[in-house]
């Protein structure tokens, strides 16, 4: 059993900042592919960025290149999504996944069967 638990989330303007974490409890954290999602207000839940715990390797929505950084520490047991230059696009609910090991399509949400409950970033123009 894998439990996630999303923190950071908060009322921000365009340009503005923002640092979520999920922290990851009941199993070997070093087992773990993480990722994070989002959901928009009428829209479906869509991939944001994700973290292969096979190699490290990261993934990224298109639209959040350059300007959003996942990354994972393995002494907190916690992921983190670092975001930049936001904009009032980016409003939406964000979600913490996970998986244990290996996926071949680390950007589809049905390859994750642990989710947090999510926390909420509203970015005003």
């Known amino acids: 059993q894998v439990r996630l638990v999303e923190s950071g989330g908060g009322l921000v303007q365009a340009g503005d900042s923002l640092t979520l974490s999920c922290a990851v409890s009941?199993?070997?954290?070093?087992?773990?592919?993480l990722a994070w999602f989002r959901q928009a207000p009428g829209k479906e839940r869509e991939f944001v960025a994700g973290?292969?715990?096979?190699?490290?390797?990261?993934y990224y929505k298109d639209s959040v290149k350059g300007r959003f950084a996942i990354s994972r520490d393995n002494d907190r047991n916690t992921l983190y999504l670092q975001m930049n230059n936001l904009a009032p696009d980016d409003t939406a609910m964000y979600f913490c996944a996970a998986r244990f090991g290996f996926t071949n399509a680390p950007t589809n949400e049905s390859r994750y069967g642990y989710w947090g409950q999510g926390t909420q970033v509203t970015v005003s123009s």
């Open positions: 973290n292969m715990v096979t190699d490290d390797s990261t």
């Open positions: 009941g199993s070997t954290f070093s087992r773990i592919t």
